[in-house]
């Protein structure tokens, strides 16, 4: 099977950084496309960024410009880098997988999860 474990996050003030990182251990073939959600409360969860297997890149417009997904395979290790902070960018973060190697930010396309590292950023 499939572990992920997110960790990295904190508390920042605006306009700081933070960065991600989701440590991937179990069966390669089943992580081909794997992305960021986050999470606030009382809101959906919502698609950041993803990574398809031949390292296409997607973000949503929220964080374009600010945020960068990367993935490091000799390492089995998901990075999410966050620059420009923004009290909105406060929420919950998971990491995901699928073993589909095409990218997307729907929720529902991804099968493993991680437990989630909380981000909080205050103005």
């Known amino acids: 099977q499939v572990q992920l474990v997110e960790s990295g996050g904190g508390s920042v003030q605006a306009g700081g950084s933070l960065s991600l990182s989701c440590a991937v251990s179990?069966?390669?073939?089943?992580?081909?496309?794997m992305a960021w959600f986050r999470q606030a409360p009382g809101k959906e969860r919502e698609g950041v960024a993803t990574i398809a297997e031949d390292g296409t890149t997607i973000y949503a417009n929220s964080v374009k410009g600010r945020f960068t997904i990367s993935r490091d395979n000799a390492k089995n290790t998901l990075y999410l880098q966050m620059n420009s902070l923004k009290p909105e960018d406060t929420a919950v973060y998971y990491c995901?997988?699928?073993?589909?190697?095409?990218?997307?930010?729907?929720?529902?396309?991804?099968?493993?999860w991680g437990q989630g590292t909380q981000v909080t950023v205050s103005s």
């Open positions: 179990g069966d390669a073939a089943r992580t081909r496309a």
């Open positions: 995901a997988a699928r073993p589909l190697p095409f990218w997307s930010l729907f929720d529902g396309h991804y099968t493993y």
